[in-house]
């Protein structure tokens, strides 16, 4: 079991409200949207095809609310080579995507995750709890092949740790040398029904 010190069951506390009044008025604004405007596909599932180049594999489930907002939820699988070892990391995805601009779109994605660290000079696992966080920039490209609604999302993404527990001192200082992490842009391929 974790122990969470009190900051962190502060914060999670608050993220928690925080989601839970945006769902709420997320709701109420879905309601609103679904007397005037029809969304022809409310669901998608898509994936990132070049997983191998990254390590990081995952598979989302988005759940359209209105014409401009959408829930993410997902698995995803973390095998990410570092200096002082390698992290098996599998994670729940939890996300908000919000349309700017026909399909030019923002996106924040919550990443809990349960991490066995593998330190390399010391030979020994360190099993965790890690809270990942990411922002996203993104434009969604649909297309049609044989009347299947496909799409490729192209995003730029950014993030950060909130939260770590149970890391080597070298993993400590790999992270303060480098807190943020970018990838080049991402292409993930899909299908909505």
């Known amino acids: 079991m974790f122990k969470l010190s009190v900051k962190m ?7 928690f409200w925080v989601v839970l ?21 409310r669901h998608s599932i898509d994936i990132f095809p070049f997983a191998p180049l990254i390590d990081i594999y995952g598979i989302h489930y988005i759940y359209q609310l209105t014409p401009k907002d959408e829930l993410i ?12 070892g390698i992290t098996h990391s599998p994670a729940l995805i939890l996300g908000y995507r919000r349309y700017l601009w ?15 660290f593998w ?14 966080n990411e922002f996203r920039v993104g434009y969604r490209f649909d297309f049609n092949v044989k009347g299947l609604p496909l799409y490729a ?29 970018y990838h080049i842009p991402m292409l993930f391929v899909g299908v909505r029904f």
């Open 73 to 84: 939820t997902g698995l995803s699988y973390m095998s990410i080579k570092k200096k002082s």
């Open 21 to 41: 009044l945006g769902l709420s008025i997320l709701s109420a604004q879905a309601q609103k949207y679904g007397e005037n405007t029809k969304i022809q596909h």
């Open 153 to 181: 999302n192209v995003q730029w993404p950014f993030g950060f740790g909130l939260y770590s527990s149970n890391k080597p001192e070298s993993f400590v200082q790999e992270v303060k040398e480098a807190p943020y992490f």
């Open 119 to 132: 330190e390399s000079t010391e030979k020994r696992y360190y099993s965790g709890f890690d809270l990942w």
């Open 102 to 116: 026909k399909n030019l779109h923002i996106e924040y994605e919550l990443w809990p995750c349960y991490d066995d």
């Open 9 to 15: 069951k502060t914060t999670v506390t608050t993220v």
